[in-house]
């Protein structure tokens, strides 16, 4: 390698000053790097397939740029976002890369989907007329991608519209079809029965469509065998490190961490309650530590102290500590009579998530799945990138 191609540090966002370590109640840190090594281990599972990032939803909350340029960095070139606004904003930052939507096309977004080079996948009838009606106006077949669905009943073709479409429709014809796609009902299950049963009925309605690229799998479908593969896997969740089978071991690595701010420390004596509604009441002398995030941050209020069988944690000075008491909009209190107080003291910083506490943990404590507790995560934060591999 000669001098100039050593690889340079690659930029990041950097703290504003309205948001840094001191003026935020909480740090979350985003490792661009685990998320590299995610792509590569994804890749590395899917052989000849092309491994596409999903990065709608700003990359699950944790910020669409810095992550796709990291995504490229690793090698990733295909990218899914929801909508136009998305992909417009993603255009700007890669002009090379293929970017799918996967809402389809919205009434009237034709035009602009066309300025910035987006590829609606498109998933019903009068989608592909509109589509097929702007390419003949403009005289350009424009590339576009088209879902089928295959059980779940949400976006897609069903049969009788994709037989219709293959007998008589000339609209099929004023565009080019880089991509069919269909999504899977219940992919977090790798042994459900319906996951082959959708694989087959994909394949009967590829069959009747002109030849083109075919993707099924997310996150699940691409850590599922290879038959889920095809041409192309488009995971998101697994990128950011949170977990897609439900009855397995998470193989991806942590991506997120997010450090809470000690306001202060009070003595609450036995017989007392906290918080809102008094709905917790102390059992002993307590320790209760006030740390500033709430559920206007994301800390949903549903991880408020309860009897629940798996209360939510926080971890501080080498310790679990139970929220306890109602979460509030921009705090939580926390029981840490356990802790010792060099580390339960004002300006203190407990782990929300990171090391011991996983983006899983999180999500199953509140009773919810990865994807929310990571799209949920405020403005309010001071975000830290580390830097990315550049290649
Ligand atoms: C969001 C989405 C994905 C990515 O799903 P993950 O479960 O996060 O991997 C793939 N395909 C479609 C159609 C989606 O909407």
């Given at each position: 390698?000669?001098d100039?191609?050593?690889?340079?540090?690659?930029?990041?966002?950097?703290?504003?000053?309205?948001?840094?370590?001191?003026?935020?109640?909480g740090?979350?840190?985003?490792?661009?790097?685990?998320?590299?090594?995610?792509?590569?281990?994804?890749?590395g599972?899917?052989g000849?397939?092309?491994?596409?990032?999903?990065?709608?939803?700003?990359?699950?909350g944790?910020?669409?740029?810095?992550?796709?340029?990291a995504?490229?960095?690793a090698?990733?070139?295909?990218?899914?976002?929801?909508?136009?606004?998305?992909?417009?904003?993603?255009?700007?930052t890669?002009?090379e890369a293929?970017?799918?939507?996967?809402?389809?096309?919205?009434?009237?977004?034709?035009?602009f989907?066309?300025?910035?080079?987006?590829?609606?996948?498109?998933?019903?009838?009068?989608?592909?007329?509109?589509?097929?009606?702007?390419?003949?106006?403009q005289?350009?077949?424009?590339?576009?991608?088209?879902?089928?669905?295959t059980?779940?009943?949400?976006?897609?073709?069903?049969?009788?519209?994709?037989?219709?479409?293959?007998?008589?429709?000339?609209?099929?014809?004023?565009?080019?079809?880089?991509?069919?796609?269909?999504?899977?009902?219940?992919?977090?299950?790798?042994?459900?029965?319906?996951?082959?049963?959708q694989?087959?009925?994909?394949?009967?309605?590829?069959?009747?469509?002109?030849?083109?690229?075919?993707?099924?799998?997310?996150?699940?479908?691409?850590?599922?065998?290879?038959?889920?593969?095809?041409?192309?896997?488009?995971?998101?969740?697994?990128?950011?490190g949170?977990?897609?089978?439900?009855?397995?071991?998470?193989?991806?690595?942590?991506?997120?961490?997010?450090?809470?701010?000690?306001?202060?420390?009070?003595?609450v004596?036995?017989g007392?309650?906290?918080?809102?509604?008094?709905?917790?009441?102390?059992?002993?002398n307590?320790?209760?530590?006030?740390?500033?995030?709430?559920y206007?941050?994301?800390?949903?209020?549903?991880?408020?102290?309860?009897?629940?069988?798996?209360?939510a944690?926080?971890?501080?000075?080498?310790?679990?500590?139970?929220v306890?008491?109602?979460?509030?909009?921009?705090?939580?209190?926390?029981?840490?009579?356990?802790?010792?107080?060099?580390?339960?003291?004002?300006?203190?910083?407990?782990?929300?998530?990171?090391?011991?506490?996983?983006?899983?943990?999180?999500?199953?404590?509140?009773?919810?799945?990865?994807?929310?507790?990571l799209?949920?995560?405020?403005?309010?934060?001071?975000r830290?990138?580390?830097?990315?591999d550049?290649?």
């Amino acid at each position: 390698m000669s001098d100039t191609e050593i690889p340079e540090e690659a930029p990041v966002p950097q703290p504003t000053e309205e948001l840094s370590s001191e003026t935020a109640g909480g740090t979350l840190m985003i490792d661009l790097r685990a998320i590299q090594a995610n792509y590569r281990y994804l890749a590395g599972r899917v052989g000849r397939a092309e491994c596409g990032a999903a990065v709608k939803a700003d990359a699950y909350g944790l910020g669409m740029i810095p992550v796709a340029q990291a995504l490229w960095a690793a090698g990733c070139r295909t990218f899914f976002v929801a909508l136009p606004c998305e992909g417009a904003k993603l255009r700007k930052t890669l002009p090379e890369a293929t970017i799918y939507l996967l809402g389809g096309l919205l009434p009237g977004s034709a035009d602009f989907v066309a300025e910035h080079n987006l590829q609606p996948v498109l998933s019903s009838v009068e989608e592909i007329s509109e589509w097929a009606q702007f390419c003949r106006q403009q005289d350009r077949r424009l590339p576009a991608g088209i879902h089928v669905d295959t059980g779940i009943n949400r976006l897609g073709l069903s049969r009788s519209q994709v037989e219709c479409l293959a007998a008589s429709h000339k609209d099929l014809r004023a565009f080019r079809i880089t991509l069919i796609i269909s999504h899977l009902a219940c992919g977090d299950m790798p042994n459900a029965p319906m996951n082959r049963e959708q694989l087959a009925v994909f394949d009967r309605l590829r069959a009747l469509l002109p030849e083109a690229r075919a993707s099924i799998a997310n996150s699940a479908g691409t850590l599922n065998v290879a038959d889920f593969h095809y041409d192309l896997v488009r995971p998101g969740i697994a990128l950011y490190g949170g977990k897609a089978l439900i009855d397995r071991a998470n193989p991806m690595k942590q991506v997120v961490s997010l450090y809470g701010t000690v306001l202060s420390v009070r003595e609450v004596k036995a017989g007392e309650t906290v918080g809102y509604s008094a709905t917790w009441k102390c059992e002993r002398n307590s320790q209760i530590a006030i740390i500033s995030v709430g559920y206007a941050d994301g800390f949903f209020r549903c991880l408020s102290g309860s009897s629940r069988s798996e209360r939510a944690h926080v971890f501080i000075g080498g310790q679990f500590a139970p929220v306890v008491g109602r979460v509030s909009m921009d705090m939580i209190t926390v029981d840490v009579t356990d802790v010792p107080s060099e580390f339960a003291r004002r300006g203190g910083r407990a782990e929300l998530i990171g090391p011991h506490i996983t983006v899983d943990d999180l999500a199953r404590w509140a009773g919810t799945i990865p994807y929310e507790v990571l799209t949920a995560l405020g403005p309010r934060y001071c975000r830290l990138y580390s830097p990315y591999d550049p290649r």
